[in-house]
Structures are given as structure tokens and as C-alpha cells.
């Protein structure tokens, strides 16, 4: 670390530590938490916190006062962002006037804007959460962060507090060449160790740019890169890993409860955040566990928001959970995305994603890529291409097999595929609901 960074990093802990050192002992404690070998004894650390939770919510909110004689936290129903928005004011703990509360609302990227409150121990504990899993990738407090994303007016930092974080804000709408010859010359200028965070459409879009123009290795002193909101595909991951010389990995969070599982350098599976979660991984149609290497909904129970209690919330993405054998701890074997954006092949079955995030490098010569299920059989892809597009009838043939050969399939060329309000580009669009 430079002496600049050194300042930083001595400026948060000296800060913490007026503080009464909260952020430094949930640290600690997160710490701990992956220490653990067993899931029965991880079990047992989780239950003070869990008890806090579900007692103190059946005592003080209206929608769970029924559940006054839980005998496990299964006795409490599965809940989504719907019924959350619905039954808000049953549901929460905290009002938006008490000092101890923070508003946090979501874009509403997927059509559903979304509010909740979060007490500031929920948000001292998403800081450790932060530093913690920043750590795990190779970052360390007081580096620079570049920050990829699309920076609307609500999330964008103000000049002074993003150079008091070292943070850069790369805006994922501007990544056209022009920005991103100037981005790569700055980079490799800049001498300072930094981490790397951003969508992994961006990261894409950037391994695109430096293959077209046939880059070698980059000298920008990159330590960490973390994929955050979208799946990050294989071919991504190796292409950052070759370009910018750092290990890369994806993060699962959201903007509701924040950091709940996140890969290691040599894992491809997702360490689970159980120091702040418990997590379930349940049937698409019942509220029960999925089977063994099924994909099932992903269901978290936050334990330190307070405020509005986010019981067995059911986040609206999918997953395979390992299986727990010889009390070994549970992992995210994959996270597949928005239920709501999942394809269904013609006999019924959900189609896997990373298959269609292949096609992006089966095919470099399209830019943009979206698949869009119409009815049971009827579908729709979006090409948009700079170049006479010559494999059309492979496209359709590799997609037919993975979706299904009695599929009826169109293909559409457009000059852009827009995003959604976040940045975002869906891959995959289902207009059909079986």
C-alpha cells in the first residue's frame, strides 16, 4: 500500500474506533463464522440472532403476530417482494421517522420498484459483510476501487466522497471504444494497486473491445475483480483473468439485504454469507427444500435487519444448493438468475442459462444477444451485429437443441438491445408463463 492508501485505511479504523469499534467486532465475528467446519455447529451460532429476530417481529408487527408459538423459523411463512409491498406497514418494525432507521429502495429495474427500512446495525453489519468478502477477493480498505455500473443520479457518489473512498466511477453507457482506448491507457498509467467491481455485462463488453483489437496482457496493477448483478460466464471470467493478470469472481447480492454469497479464487461454487444469513434453496412450486441438484428458488432470512423483517424472503432468482453430507457446510453450486426471466424448453423443463450466455462466445461477431420466449413452442432471438451475420442457421440449430427440436424459432435484427433502468441487458426475456 501507498502512504495515501495507508491514510485511508488508518482514517476508517480510527474512526471505527471512536465509534465504540462496532464495524472491527462484526468483522471479527464474520471471521469466525467461515472458520467453522460444521453445519450443526454453524447452526448453533446462528440461533441467538435468530431468536432475536423471529421474537422480537411476532411481539411487534402485526402480519407475524400469529406466529407467537413458532417452534422453528420453518413455521413462518415464505414471503415475497410482492407481499412485503403489500402488507408493509403490518410487516414492519420501524417507521421511516425513527432516527435509527434507513431507507433503502431498489431501481425497479425488473418492473417492481421496491423500499424497505434497515436499522443502522443492519447497515454497520453490510459494511463488515463488505470489507470481509473485498478481503476474500484481494482487496484491501484504502486501494482504489473502480466501480462499474450505470450510476444514475440516486447512486451516484458526490466528487469529494468518492475521492475520500478512492473510488472511480466507470459508468457501463459509456463503454464505447473511444472510452475505452482512454480508459486503458489511463489504467496502465496509473501505478496504484486497485480492485475492480462491476456488472459482468461490462466486463464483457471490455474483453470484447480488447479482443477486437488483439491486446496483449495489461500492466494496471489490478488485485481483485468481483462480478457483481449478472452472471458471469466462464469465458468472461478467463478472458479478465488473462487481460488484467487478477483472479476474478462473482458476488450474489442485492440491494435489499446486500452481500449473501460470493466464489473464492479456487471454488467455482459460492461461499455462503451464513454469518448474516440463513439461506433455503425450495421447489419451484412448493415451499418445501428442492431435491438433490435441482434448481429451486432462493430464500433468504436476513438476521440483522430489524426494521423490516425479511423472513424467509424469496429473492426471485434461482439456484442449486450442494448437497450436505457428513454435516459439511452448504454451498450455492450455481445461481441461474431471475426466475422471472428463466426459459422453459418445450417439454417443460427450465432451460439452464449458461447455456445461452455460451452462444455470446460461440458467436463473437454479434454484439448484442437476447433470447425471447414467446408461447411454449414460439421464440424469438435478437441480433444486433456490425457485421454481415453468416451463422444464423447454426444459431438456430445449437438453440433448438438445448430448448427443443419441435421449437419454433425467428430471428429478429436490431440496432440495439436496450437496457433496463440499472445498466443491465437481459440475456433472456420470457413473455410465456407456464
Known amino acids: 500500500m501507498n502512504l495515501l492508501e495507508q491514510i485511508?485505511?488508518?482514517a476508517f479504523w480510527t474512526l471505527d474506533f471512536f465509534k465504540g469499534s462496532p464495524i472491527k467486532k462484526d468483522l471479527k465475528e464474520i471471521e469466525d463464522y467461515h472458520k467453522i467446519e460444521s453445519y450443526s455447529t454453524l447452526i448453533n451460532k446462528q440461533k441467538p440472532q435468530l431468536n432475536k429476530l423471529l421474537n422480537l417481529t411476532v411481539n411487534n408487527t402485526n402480519y407475524y403476530k400469529k406466529y407467537k408459538n413458532y417452534n422453528s423459523l420453518l413455521d413462518f411463512p415464505v414471503v415475497t417482494k410482492r407481499d412485503i409491498k403489500d402488507n408493509f406497514l403490518d410487516i414492519n418494525i420501524c417507521n421511516r421517522e425513527d432516527a435509527n432507521v434507513n431507507k433503502v429502495k431498489t431501481s425497479g429495474s425488473t418492473g417492481s420498484p421496491f423500499e424497505i427500512y434497515q436499522t443502522k446495525r443492519k447497515k454497520i453489519r453490510n459494511t463488515a459483510d463488505t470489507l470481509f468478502y473485498a478481503k476474500l477477493s484481494g482487496f484491501t480498505l484504502g486501494q482504489k476501487l473502480l466501480y462499474l455500473r450505470l450510476w444514475a443520479a440516486y447512486y451516484k457518489k458526490p466528487k469529494l466522497t468518492a475521492w475520500l473512498q478512492n473510488s472511480t466511477q466507470l459508468d457501463v453507457s459509456d463503454l464505447n471504444d473511444e472510452y475505452l482506448r482512454k480508459l486503458i491507457i489511463s489504467l496502465e498509467n496509473d501505478k496504484s494497486n486497485k480492485?475492480?467491481?462491476?456488472?459482468?455485462?461490462?466486463?464483457?463488453?471490455?474483453?470484447?473491445?480488447?479482443?477486437k483489437n488483439n491486446y496483449a496482457p495489461l500492466n494496471c496493477n489490478i488485485t481483485s475483480i468481483i462480478a457483481i448483478s449478472e452472471r458471469l460466464g466462464n469465458d468472461v471470467k478467463e478472458k479478465m483473468e488473462y487481460y488484467f493478470k487478477s483472479p476474478t469472481v462473482s458476488r450474489?447480492?442485492?440491494?435489499?439485504?446486500?452481500?449473501?454469497?460470493?466464489q473464492t479464487e479456487d471454488d467455482s461454487f459460492f461461499t455462503i454469507n451464513w454469518a448474516s444469513y440463513i439461506l433455503e434453496v425450495l421447489d419451484l412450486e412448493k415451499d418445501e427444500p428442492a431435491?438433490?441438484?435441482?434448481?429451486g428458488r432462493i430464500v433468504i432470512t436476513d438476521l440483522y435487519n430489524l426494521a423490516t423483517p425479511m423472513i424467509r424472503y424469496d429473492t426471485g432468482d434461482l439456484g442449486i444448493i450442494s448437497v450436505n453430507d457428513n454435516d459439511e457446510i452448504p454451498k450455492l453450486k450455481s445461481i441461474q438468475g431471475r426466475r422471472m426471466d428463466a426459459l422453459y424448453k418445450t417439454n417443460g423443463e427450465i432451460l439452464n442459462p449458461f447455456t445461452m450466455h455460451a452462444y455470446v462466445y460461440d458467436f463473437p461477431e454479434i454484439e448484442q444477444l437476447q433470447f425471447i420466449q414467446l408461447d411454449k413452442y414460439?421464440?424469438?432471438?435478437?441480433?444486433?451485429t456490425n457485421v454481415k451475420f453468416t451463422k444464423e442457421k447454426l444459431l438456430i440449430s445449437k438453440f433448438k437443441n438445448d430448448i427443443g427440436l419441435d421449437a419454433e424459432i425467428t430471428v429478429a435484427y436490431v440496432k440495439e438491445i436496450p437496457s433496463l433502468k440499472s445498466g443491465k441487458r437481459k440475456i433472456?426475456?420470457?413473455l410465456y408463463k407456464p
Open 8 to 10: 485511508r485505511n488508518y
Open 195 to 211: 480492485g475492480w467491481l462491476g456488472y459482468a455485462s461490462g466486463f464483457e463488453t471490455i474483453c470484447k473491445y480488447l479482443d
Open 252 to 262: 450474489y447480492s442485492n440491494v435489499e439485504n446486500g452481500i449473501i454469497a460470493q
Open 428 to 430: 433472456s426475456v420470457n
Open 291 to 295: 431435491k438433490t441438484n435441482q434448481v
Open 378 to 384: 414460439q421464440f424469438k432471438i435478437k441480433i444486433n
